[in-house]
């Protein structure tokens, strides 16, 4: 059982046992590892998530696109247009519908990830070396299937 604390006269589950705020500092504890090596490259963490995505999802739309690399609508046409005006990517119209746009990198967004790639499976090594491999693919396996329990089991507001 957590332990429950009282604040504001609420019972509360102990703040080490708040799942957001655990989920926050680990993420945060893993970009304080890449932020240095993007900004090297010119580079923000969400410019870099759209890069890679497209890298692996050629000829993704917009909303594919902002459902894999985890960003709202709004923030991801601030980078497309970004992208875009340092031709890093291409807008295309559907092939098989043409309402739909569609993203892929251009030569200069496919160079730019090929020159990241390596420095970023650095900082990966960095991690896998302070955390543990096999450590670190058990926790990529049950973040996966929490996102999928949860995922599956939460009703859509």
Not at 34 to 60: D, K, S, Y
Not at 121 to 139: K, M, N, S
Request: glycine share 4%; with cysteine; charged share 25%.
């Amino acid at each position: 059982m957590v332990a429950a604390v009282k604040e504001h006269g609420k019972a509360l589950r102990d703040l080490e046992k708040s799942l957001p705020l655990q989920l926050l500092k680990a993420r945060e504890a893993a970009m304080l590892r890449f932020r240095p090596m993007l900004r090297q490259h010119g580079l923000t963490e969400q410019q870099w998530r759209v890069i890679r995505v497209l890298a692996a999802c050629p000829n993704i739309d917009a909303s594919g696109l902002a459902a894999r690399s985890v960003l709202l609508a709004p923030s991801l046409t601030r980078i497309l247009q970004h992208l875009q005006a340092q031709r890093l990517l291409k807008r295309k119209v559907d092939a098989k519908d043409q309402r739909r746009a569609v993203f892929e990198l251009s030569a200069r967004g496919t160079a730019l990830f090929d020159t990241v790639a390596p420095d970023s499976e650095q900082v990966y090594g960095a991690i896998a070396q302070a955390f543990g491999a096999d450590r670190l693919q058990t926790l990529y396996d049950l973040l996966a299937e929490f996102s999928d329990s949860l995922d599956q089991s939460s009703p859509r507001s």
